[in-house]
């Protein structure tokens, strides 16, 4: 059994970002080994139960590895946002350095992650069951709609085809008026930030392969047994990507070649996201070490 590295940690506190596919579950664990470290989930959708292929959750097996902190923590009816995970994440850390072990935070969500490391605040708008029953029928476009008329502003930054964030940021503004600017704090400088950034050859490459994998691993039966389970339709296409595109396909909205070449682009057009969320980040004036792949962590230490 291997044992854990007897050099200094890197940081007191490690990030793993990047675009999916990039390999970052991969590292951090690899990391979690060398230096003894445990691995907090940044991921909006591996915190709920029963959501695996879909999420690229960590098997079992990975698990046994590194231990993994906020996976499997949430039914997928049951809400959890940025404000939890920050108060979550926030608790664990200091529970695992008083341990003497390395916290790696891991994960795609990056508004969860940029929340942690700039200690962002939000505001305290409790959620409008009334209200979310409203506008849980109505299609993104819509929804994208009423934001717009309602703060313009928030608009201009929001994923326009994410129906639960479109909700929520409807919900705060009828709440205040408007979507308030996040405030924060001065930066947690005890992070060292890695971004894993493979050419774009080769990260498309992956995600294809990726996802030629989950569907042989049975990515639409999970769809379908979350839904027998009583998750609604509109719930599951608010997870979007693999769930919202499945769950059209087994609604009989697109046919399956369609659905799989839909959901291969709108991948790729996430993991796009995600770069130039990490790049207007960086010019914010966070320090982020960029790597091609996991062989070139040992340039950073």
């Known amino acids: 059994m291997e044992q854990p590295s007897t050099q200094p940690k890197p940081h007191r506190i ?6 999916t596919a990039s390999g970052k579950s991969s590292l951090a664990i690899e990391l979690a080994k060398k230096y003894d470290g ?14 695996d292929i879909g999420t690229g959750k960590v098997t079992p097996e990975e698990q046994t590895l590194a231990k993994h902190h906020l996976i499997d923590i ?28 390395l916290p790696i935070i891991c994960g795609g969500t990056l508004f969860w992650v940029q929340s942690l490391i700039d200690n962002q605040s939000f505001p305290a708008v409790p959620p409008n069951p009334k209200l979310r029953s409203e506008l849980a029928p109505l299609s ?31 919900e705060i503004a ?19 930030i890695i971004a894993l950034n493979p050419p774009k050859e080769i990260l498309d490459a992956n995600i294809k392969k990726r996802l030629e ?8 039966d999970e769809v379908r047994n979350l839904n027998t389970q009583g998750i609604s339709w509109e719930r599951l ?7 919202r595109w499945i ?35 960086e010019k914010q004036g966070v320090d982020i070490r960029w790597i091609r792949s996991a062989s070139e962590i040992d340039l950073l230490f």
Not at 76 to 100: H, M, W
Not at 259 to 271: D, P, Q, S, V
Request: hydrophobic share 40%; charged share 30%; glycine share 6%.
């Open 14 to 19: 490690l990030a793993i970002v990047g675009p």
């Open 38 to 51: 445990e691995i907090i989930s940044a991921d909006s959708r591996q915190i709920y139960r029963g959501m």
């Open 74 to 101: 949430r039914e997928p009816s049951e809400d959890y946002n940025v404000t939890d995970f920050k108060r979550d994440a926030a608790t664990l850390i200091e529970d695992i350095q008083s341990r003497g072990k």
């Open 140 to 170: 993104c476009e819509i929804l994208f709609q009423k934001l717009q008329a309602l703060d313009p502003k928030r608009a201009e930054t929001i994923d326009a085809k994410n129906p639960i964030r479109l909700i929520r940021a409807i």
């Open 174 to 192: 009828t709440a205040i008026g408007s979507v308030p600017a996040l405030t924060q704090t001065k930066p947690n400088e005890n992070y060292f």
């Open 213 to 220: 994998e989950r569907f042989n691993e049975g990515m639409i």
């Open 237 to 243: 296409e608010g997870f979007g990507l693999e769930y």
């Open 247 to 281: 769950a059209l396909f087994l609604q009989g909205k697109i046919d399956e070649p369609a659905m799989k070449e839909k959901l291969r682009f709108n991948i790729i057009h996430y993991a796009k996201r995600q770069l130039t969320w990490l790049r207007r980040w």
